[in-house]
Nanobody, 126 residues
Framework: QVQLVESGGGLVQAGGSLRLSCAAS????????MGWFRQVPGKEREFVGG????????YYADSVKGRFTISRDNAKNTVYLQMNSLKPEDTAVYYC???????????????????WGQGTQVTVSS
């Protein structure tokens, strides 16, 4: 079992930046592919970006490409989502997720992840 806890959300003006963190605890001896998702009320959870176990590969949704950056510090069991040039449409609850099965590609579907954090609210004002 792995427990994930997100932090770093908040209220920011359009054009601003935030950095989200996702700290893992529990069975962190096994490495996991990690993903960030977001969700607004009434909509499905949306893939934002993902990072491979080693951190050598990342993949982003087109809507955030060039603005968001995912990184990980495996020594600290923490994954980060740096969000720059934020837009009001980025407002959502952001979740991190861990996938235990190995894959040679970063997975985009929420159903392909095994563990989830509780989410952190990001609100971008115009």
């Amino acid at each position: 079992q792995v427990q994930l806890v997100e932090s770093g959300g908040g209220l920011v003006q359009a054009g601003g930046s935030l950095r989200l963190s996702c700290a893992a605890s529990g069975r962190t001896d096994s490495s996991y592919g990690m993903g960030w998702f977001r969700q607004v009320p009434g909509k499905e959870r949306e893939f934002v970006g993902g990072i491979s176990r080693s951190g050598g590969s990342t993949y982003y949704a087109d809507s955030v490409k060039g603005r968001f950056t995912i990184s990980r510090d495996n020594a600290k069991n923490t994954v980060y989502l740096q969000m720059n040039s934020l837009k009001p449409e980025d407002t959502a609850v952001y979740y991190c997720a861990a996938r235990s099965l190995w894959s040679n590609t970063i997975r985009l579907s929420p159903g392909e992840y095994d563990y989830w954090g509780q989410g952190t609210q990001v609100t971008v004002s115009s």
